[in-house]
């Protein structure tokens, strides 16, 4: 399923959230990377150029992943095949996953998308250098994941749609409509108050306890919400909803406590003699 669009990209780490801005293209994303390492412009057709030969040679082992994890055609990796050797606009999720994860960022990596909220953890894969050699962070060092191994504590998220879920795998956390849809408007909001006159593919930190507080919000104002709704159920029953256009439900509700007095007035204990 390609992409029209890729908002933003969100890399988690020890401490903070680095949060890239991605207006379109997953090719936008790898210039954001190249311009946070640094490097000339030799060593980011460099890094180009042995993302290709490792996404090339591991064709199959990568369709095969990004086809079970996405539910993306195979297509769409010989269309990011061809893009990333001409330079060209990548728009699809599976771009941004290869380059995450061929980079070998060892972090559990969150992306707000047109499609939702989408989430996988990369610390589920072992990494290795290309080389033989250990080499320095700073480094423009690839270091690639083992497709064969197993994906252990990897986190599924599952977008539930129009109440269905899914029949291969049940995920781990299951978003609804509405609660992705206020994780965005937090998210974004704070992006804008944050950002400022920032550009797109600047690079902003947003701190770790600032994201979980936007979950933690979005239950609350869920709890929040369902207290309001019994507050005021409990006032129109009463009669004493100020917004009512009718006491029909204060009528019904009377009526039916005159019932239940009857009823208790009317009922002969049952004894034993």
């Not at 801005?21 to 390492?37: E, K, M, Q, T, Y």
């Not at 108050?193 to 609350?220: H, I, N, W």
Request: charged share 25%; hydrophobic share 40%; glycine share 6%.
């Amino acid at each position: 399923m390609n992409m029209t669009a890729i908002p933003s990209f969100v890399m988690i780490n020890e401490q903070t959230f680095s949060v890239i801005d991605v207006p379109g293209d997953g090719n936008c994303l790898f210039h954001s990377i190249v311009a946070s390492r640094n490097l000339n412009c030799a060593s980011a057709e460099k890094l180009r150029g042995r993302l290709f030969d490792f996404a090339s040679g591991e064709n199959r082992g990568l369709c095969a992943r990004i086809h079970h994890q996405l539910g993306v055609h195979t297509e769409n990796f010989d269309v990011f095949l061809a893009g990333l050797a001409q330079d060209r606009t990548w728009r699809s999720m599976v771009d941004v996953s290869i380059v995450t994860l061929a980079f070998g960022i060892d972090v559990e990596t969150v992306a707000f998308t047109t499609r939702g909220l989408f989430v996988f953890s990369a610390k589920s894969y072992p990494h290795q250098h290309c080389g033989t050699q250990e080499k320095e962070p700073s480094e423009d060092t690839i270091r690639v994941s083992s497709w064969t191994a197993e994906c252990e504590g990897r986190i599924s998220l599952e977008d539930i749609r129009e109440g269905m879920t899914s029949i291969h795998q049940v995920g781990d956390i299951a978003l609804s409509k509405p609660i992705k849809s206020r994780l965005r408007e937090l998210y974004y909001g704070h992006r804008i108050d944050a950002l400022g006159d920032a550009t797109p593919g600047d690079l902003f930190r947003v701190r770790r306890d600032r994201v979980f507080g936007f979950v933690e919000k979005v239950y609350a104002d869920i709890k929040d919400n369902r207290t309001r709704r019994w507050i005021a159920d409990a006032y129109d029953t009463c009669g004493m909803n100020p917004w009512a256009t009718n006491q029909d439900r204060f009528k019904a509700h009377v009526d039916g406590l005159n019932m239940s007095a009857a009823m208790l007035t009317n009922l002969q204990p049952f004894t034993l003699d």
